[in-house]
Nanobody, 124 residues
Framework: QVQLVESGGGLVQAGGSLRLSCAASGRTFGSYGVGWFRQAPGKEREFVAA????????HYADSVEGRFTISSDNAKNTVYLQMNSLKPEDTAVYYC?????????????????WGQGTQVTVSS
């Protein structure tokens, strides 16, 4: 099955930018795209953005719409999350996961396997 590895997290000041990468290896057949989720301490994992492997159907959580951009590079089997105008409330561990359903979804149950996560910390 597909394996996913996130990278690109770090510490940034409010208003700054980061780009996260999600590199897929193994068999991507059977997955339909990639989603980004995040989990802050004491909170449930929440949807951030998702896209199909073809680059179609990007969609976002309301909280990041207009600030974050998801994109895919099929040649590299990599999905990116460009995060601009970061806020302290964006601080979380960010995870990518393969979408295993052939339809647009933001539900965690429709995604898996998951990467190990990358920490994003936004200071005020």
């Amino acid at each position: 099955q597909v394996q996913l590895v996130e990278s690109g997290g770090g510490l940034v000041q409010a208003g700054g930018s980061l780009r996260l990468s999600c590199a897929a290896s193994g068999r991507t057949f059977g997955s339909y795209g990639v989603g980004w989720f995040r989990q802050a301490p004491g909170k449930e994992r929440e949807f951030v953005a998702a896209i199909s492997w073809s680059g179609s159907s990007p969609h976002y959580a309301d909280s990041v719409e207009g600030r974050f951009t998801i994109s895919s590079d099929n040649a590299k089997n990599t999905v990116y999350l460009q995060m601009n105008s970061l806020k302290p409330e964006d601080t979380a561990v960010y995870y990518c996961a393969a979408r295993r359903k052939p339809f647009v979804s933001s539900r965690t149950v429709d995604f898996g396997p998951w990467g190990q996560g990358t920490q994003v910390t936004v200071s005020s």
